[in-house]
């Protein structure tokens, strides 16, 4: 089992950037893929980007794509997710999620993570 913590969530303005980290201790052996999603209040959880933990392929959601870049140390167990050009729309509770089973693809939607963390808010005002 692995244990994902996340911080750097904020209150931002609209336009502004954010860079949100996930440290992942324990079993980390077993990553496969590592990423983002979110979820706002009265909604669904949103896959948001995802990243191999191997060969480093992203994938990203249509409503971030050219403002959020998702990148791994794979030394220090730790996923990053850069956003940037943030929009009120972007507030919500941000997850890092682990995926143990894609090892040779990318993740794609939030039901091929195993594992959560606790969750970083990110709150952008206009």
């Known amino acids: 089992q692995v244990q994902l913590v996340e911080s750097g969530g904020g209150l931002v303005q609209a336009g502004g950037s954010l860079r949100l980290s996930c440290a992942a201790s324990g079993r980390t052996f077993g990553i496969a893929n590592m990423g983002w999603v979110r979820q706002a209040p009265g909604k669904e959880r949103e896959f948001v980007a995802a990243i191999n933990w191997n060969h480093g392929s992203t994938h990203y959601a249509d409503s971030v794509k050219g403002r959020a870049i998702i990148s791994k140390d794979n030394a220090k167990s730790t996923v990053y997710l850069q956003l940037n050009n943030l929009k009120p729309e972007d507030s919500a509770a941000y997850y890092c999620?682990?995926?143990?089973?894609?090892?040779?693809?990318?993740?794609?939607?939030?039901?091929?993570?195993?594992?959560w963390g606790q969750g970083t808010r990110v709150t952008v005002s206009s």
């Open positions: 999620a682990e995926d143990e089973e894609g090892w040779n693809s990318v993740a794609v939607s939030a039901t091929e993570f195993d594992y």
